[in-house]
């Protein structure tokens, strides 16, 4: 979180590894679908797809600014990099600030986790680090 009116007021960054190849977590992300299903209150434009490295948004809605996956091929899986620099919009027009901000900058990254987590369970299917894919063993 920062003070300055110029900086976005959240700035969030988590990162989780997946032992699943970028491809997969690329291809999650590449469906609007999705966007709306993990962020149901923001409106986002794609302002640059790096394929299976990820993508760039503008977003609008609830948060005012910019959010990033960004997806780093680590070993036997990917680093699932969350990068979240966004204004929380008031009706009024006026910036959250001091236990209101602090509630949603708490509330959005642990969104933020909750999504890397889920998607780790669901896409690694019990595979742990090191492992094949369960389609590789024989």
């Known amino acids: 979180m920062t003070g300055s009116e110029s900086e976005p007021a959240l700035d969030i960054v988590d990162e989780t590894f997946l032992t699943v190849p970028p491809s997969t977590l ?3 992300f590449a469906d609007p679908a999705a ?3 993990y962020w149901p209150d923001l409106v986002l434009e794609v302002y640059t797809d790096r394929g299976d490295q990820g993508l760039r948004w503008t977003v609008r809605g ?3 600014g910019t959010m990033e996956v960004w997806l780093e091929p680590v070993l036997d899986g990917t680093l699932l990099h969350y990068f ?3 204004t929380p919009v008031t009706g009024e027009g006026q910036r959250l600030s001091g236990a209101l901000l602090r509630r949603e900058f708490d509330r959005r990254a ?3 986790k ?3 987590l889920d998607l780790k369970v669901t896409l690694e299917d019990g595979r742990a ?3 094949p894919p369960p389609a590789a063993v024989e």
């Open 26 to 28: 690329a291809a999650v």
């Open 35 to 37: 966007w709306r299903r």
């Open 62 to 64: 609830a948060l005012v």
């Open 84 to 86: 979240l620099r966004a």
């Open 110 to 112: 642990r969104a933020a």
């Open 114 to 116: 909750a999504i890397a």
């Open 129 to 131: 680090a090191g492992m």
